[in-house]
C-alpha cells in the first residue's frame, strides 16, 4: 500500500471514530446554599416527580421506568440525603406540579416531616441524534432535560428554581435507552450532589 493511501485511510479511521463528553448547563434561581446534606448532617428529603412529554414524546412508558430508576439510584447511592421517600405526581404524560399547599400537604403526610422536598419534572430524557454537516457527519448521545425545585416543606414555597440540561455524547456517537436510568441519575448528581 502506498503511504498516501494509508494515510488517507488513517485520516478517515480517525475521523468516523466518536469521542463522547458530557455537558451540564443549568438555569434559574440557584438555592443560597448546597441542596444535598453536608458532611455531618443527616436530611431527609420527599421527591415528587413526574413527566412533561412533548405530544410526540416515543417509549413513554421504557422513558418513565428509566427516570424512576435513576431517581431510586440516585437517592440510593449520592450520600445526598440520608433518607429519601419517592412519589410520582398525579397527571399523565403532564405531571401535574404541586400547588404550596399540596407540598405541605404531601409533608405532612410523610409523619416525620422532611427536611427538603424536590419536585423533578422529566422533559427530555432520551437518545438524540444530529446531522453536523453537509457530508452526513453526524452526532448523538443521550440527554436529560429537568425542572428541579426546591421547596420549603412547611410553607410549599420555593426556595429554588432550576433548569438543567445534561447531555452525553459527541460527533459520530450513536447511544439507544439502555444507559437512560444511569442518565437520569448523572444528571441528578451533577444538578444536586455537592
Same mark, same amino acid.
Given at each position: 500500500?502506498?503511504?498516501?493511501?494509508?494515510?488517507?485511510?488513517?485520516?478517515?479511521?480517525?475521523?468516523?471514530?466518536?469521542?463522547?463528553?458530557?455537558?451540564?448547563?443549568?438555569?434559574?434561581?440557584?438555592?443560597?446554599?448546597?441542596?444535598?446534606?453536608?458532611?455531618?448532617?443527616?436530611?431527609?428529603?420527599? +421527591? *415528587?416527580?413526574?413527566? /412533561?412529554?412533548?405530544?410526540?414524546?416515543?417509549?413513554?412508558? !421504557?422513558?418513565?421506568? &428509566? #427516570?424512576?430508576? @435513576?431517581?431510586?439510584?440516585?437517592?440510593?447511592?449520592?450520600?445526598?440525603?440520608?433518607?429519601?421517600?419517592?412519589?410520582?405526581?398525579?397527571?399523565?404524560?403532564?405531571?401535574?406540579?404541586?400547588?404550596?399547599?399540596?407540598?405541605?400537604?404531601?409533608?405532612?403526610?410523610?409523619?416525620?416531616?422532611?427536611?427538603? +422536598? *424536590?419536585?423533578?419534572? /422529566?422533559?427530555?430524557?432520551?437518545?438524540?441524534?444530529?446531522? !453536523?454537516?453537509?457530508? &452526513? #457527519?453526524?452526532? @448523538?448521545?443521550?440527554?436529560?432535560?429537568?425542572?428541579?425545585?426546591?421547596?420549603?416543606?412547611?410553607?410549599?414555597?420555593?426556595?429554588?428554581?432550576?433548569?438543567?440540561?445534561?447531555?452525553?455524547?459527541?460527533?459520530?456517537?450513536?447511544?439507544?435507552?439502555?444507559?437512560?436510568?444511569?442518565?437520569?441519575?448523572?444528571? *441528578?448528581?451533577?444538578?444536586?450532589?455537592?
Amino acid at each position: 500500500m502506498k503511504p498516501t493511501a494509508v494515510a488517507t485511510a488513517l485520516c478517515i479511521a480517525t475521523s468516523l471514530v466518536g469521542c463522547a463528553s458530557t455537558k451540564f448547563e443549568t438555569a434559574g434561581d440557584a438555592p443560597a446554599q448546597s441542596l444535598c446534606q453536608s458532611k455531618g448532617e443527616s436530611l431527609s428529603s420527599l +421527591v *415528587l416527580w413526574g413527566p /412533561v412529554w412533548r405530544p410526540n414524546q416515543k417509549d413513554v412508558p !421504557l422513558r418513565e421506568e &428509566a #427516570a424512576l430508576r @435513576g431517581i431510586e439510584d440516585f437517592a440510593a447511592h449520592a450520600r445526598c440525603f440520608e433518607a429519601v421517600t419517592i412519589l410520582r405526581l398525579e397527571g399523565g404524560r403532564v405531571a401535574e406540579i404541586p400547588t404550596d399547599e399540596q407540598v405541605r400537604a404531601f409533608a405532612a403526610a410523610e409523619g416525620k416531616m422532611p427536611d427538603r +422536598v *424536590l419536585v423533578i419534572t /422529566v422533559h427530555e430524557l432520551g437518545p438524540v441524534i444530529q446531522i !453536523l454537516g453537509p457530508v &452526513a #457527519a453526524f452526532g @448523538g448521545g443521550t440527554e436529560v432535560v429537568l425542572g428541579l425545585q426546591a421547596r420549603d416543606p412547611r410553607s410549599g414555597k420555593p426556595i429554588a428554581r432550576l433548569r438543567t440540561h445534561w447531555h452525553n455524547g459527541g460527533s459520530f456517537v450513536l447511544k439507544g435507552t439502555k444507559t437512560l436510568a444511569q442518565d437520569m441519575r448523572s444528571a *441528578l448528581v451533577a444538578a444536586l450532589a455537592p
